[in-house]
């Protein structure tokens, strides 16, 4: 069976459902891209599945596109224009971004929103052991990435132009009812018991105090452009799901890495991480909490991480959807549509976790 690094890096020949005119592109990117020049070929990138990911070649350089899917879309996904907006804010404060060049809100270019930025050269690491790299450099990966989620959640949202990006407060409440309502809503894509269980506790026992900060959503190893041969960040991708958020909703998400089973998402769970010279999870806490001022650590860190299984239960619920509807048609979909009832019900022991059931 292929890795994921296998199955996933690089680029393949584009999607026969996500083909489009790339004549009348490459006149787009002539008239909007400074410095474009064609010829243009295309190709689009094996991973990611939620929006569409190219890479534009040139005879000078290289360019990527994002876009929304063809086909329905649920009213809040698949929000490029979003993703464009916290990119180019971003890049300005020299936090590790690809450089943009142009939004398209013009569907009639090639069917759907998408924007264009730089293609980052470096490595995308699948496997959260970083199994290539030798035991003694693990770890200064792992603390390059505490380094990039502190950095942003540090970051004054409202000094670089995003105070309208998010409603600031409320977050957990906000979000729970937004992946609760998506799921009750999407009967065509299935009704699990677990989820049902969270979707009443998770309301409930949502923890005192708030905090704002910039969150990306779905901050993980794969999710960046690493340096050639160093434990560099040298970009952060895939900034569909970010917003203004709580800072420990997002931090609790990239930690799930933790409590996940290797089989599920090369989680860490039952892996003898000193053998591997990887932290562990308190060591990771702690460094996140020595950059972002947290003395007293992270209480209710069970609830957290139920909140986030239920989360990503949720988005791949919708996923699940799509599959179901015929407009997410790859293999990876499909198998990622299975993982629901996992998931949910791993959610639920961390929620037993918290009530000090389990």
């Known amino acids: 069976m292929a890795s994921k690094q296998d199955q ?28 474009f020049d064609g010829p243009l070929t295309v190709e689009q990138f094996k991973g990611g599945q939620s929006n569409p990911t190219y890479k534009l070649i040139t005879p000078a350089k290289n360019y990527v596109m994002r876009r929304k899917p063809p086909g329905m879309l ?36 090639i069917g759907t929103w998408f ?12 496997d ?42 409320n977050y957990f409440a906000r979000q729970i009812g937004r992946w609760s309502k998506q799921y009750v809503e999407d009967p065509e894509a299935g009704r699990f018991d677990s989820m049902d269980k969270l979707v009443e506790w998770l309301p409930a026992n949502i923890p005192a105090g708030d905090e704002t900060s910039i969150v990306h959503g779905d901050y993980r190893c794969d ?18 799901l970010s917003t203004l958020g709580h800072p420990l909703a997002d931090f609790t998400y990239h930690l799930m890495m933790y409590r996940m089973p290797p089989q599920e998402t090369a989680g860490l769970t ?36 139920a909140y986030n299984m239920f989360r990503l239960a949720g988005i791949i619920h919708g996923i699940r959807g799509r599959v179901v509807r015929g407009t997410a048609a790859s293999a990876h979909a499909k198998a990622m549509s299975e993982r629901v009832q996992p998931l949910a019900d791993l959610a639920w022991q961390q929620a037993l976790k918290a009530q000090g059931k389990a």
């Open 8 to 35: 996933f890096s690089g680029t393949a020949e584009v999607r026969e459902q996500h083909r489009f005119d790339v004549g009348v592109l490459q006149e787009w990117m002539g008239q909007n891209v400074e410095g």
């Open 270 to 305: 039952g892996r003898d991480l000193d053998a591997l010279g990887l932290p562990s999870e308190e060591e990771y806490v702690a460094d996140y909490c020595r950059r972002t001022g947290r003395p007293d650590g992270i209480p209710n860190l069970d609830f957290y991480l």
């Open 74 to 109: 649920l009213k809040s996904a698949h929000a490029v224009d979003r993703e464009y907006a916290v990119i180019t804010a971003l890049g300005k404060t020299g936090y590790p971004v690809a450089n943009t060049y142009a939004l398209c809100t013009d569907e009639s270019v």
């Open 223 to 240: 999710n960046m452009i690493f340096h050639a041969s160093e434990p560099v960040v040298n970009a952060v991708l895939d900034w569909e």
């Open 115 to 126: 924007y264009i930025m730089d293609c980052v050269e470096g490595r995308v690491i699948w």
């Open 128 to 169: 959260t052991t970083f199994p290539e790299e030798p035991r003694e450099k693990r770890r200064a990966y792992f603390d390059a990435m505490n380094k990039g989620m502190a950095d942003l959640h540090n970051t004054d949202y409202a000094a670089i132009g995003l105070s309208d990006f998010g409603k600031p407060g």
